[in-house]
């Protein structure tokens, strides 16, 4: 499980596993439409939506592709959202993409801005790629916004799973023309 971050922790998060446990404390955020407004999708209901959305995490999990990671506000101790690398491809290219979803009460308070960039940092510091996305619907201001914020600009649209996106990228070279002397 290469692209991993298990065990780490950033200013305010810690980054583990996700587990079995996890599933009703994430079952929020597929009741809540604002969560799948960006995407173009068969719907069914929140919990076969989560149990799908869990499946196909522990089959990355399996297959060495990646995989969220649950994270965790370790001021409250409470599942706040899932933050990870995945094995991605798009337009018949295999690219490395920061994603992220939190549940709706933890938005707008900086945590995918922490989590997406201690992703970035972990997979440039272990090498595990020299180029890294992040797919965004085109409609999403909010997920736009936390990937210029991570040092990423806006390539070019895609199509996605049937979403028209836009793929945000950073390169290794850029981020540490960033970073502080001191980091480098």
Known sequence: MKFLLTNTESSRLLFRKIQNDDFEPWLPFFEDPKTHLHWIDNYKSPDLECEQWYRRQFERYEKDLGGMNAIIEKESGKLIGHCGLLVQTVDDR??????????????????????AAHCRDQAFQNNFSESLISIISVNNAASIRVAIKNGMTKTREAIYKRNTVNIFRITKNEWLQNLPPVNR
Request: net charge negative; hydrophobic share 50%; charged share 20%.
């Open 94 to 115: 295999n690219e490395l993409e920061i994603a992220y979803s939190l549940l709706p009460a933890f938005w707008g308070k900086g945590f995918a801005t922490e989590a």
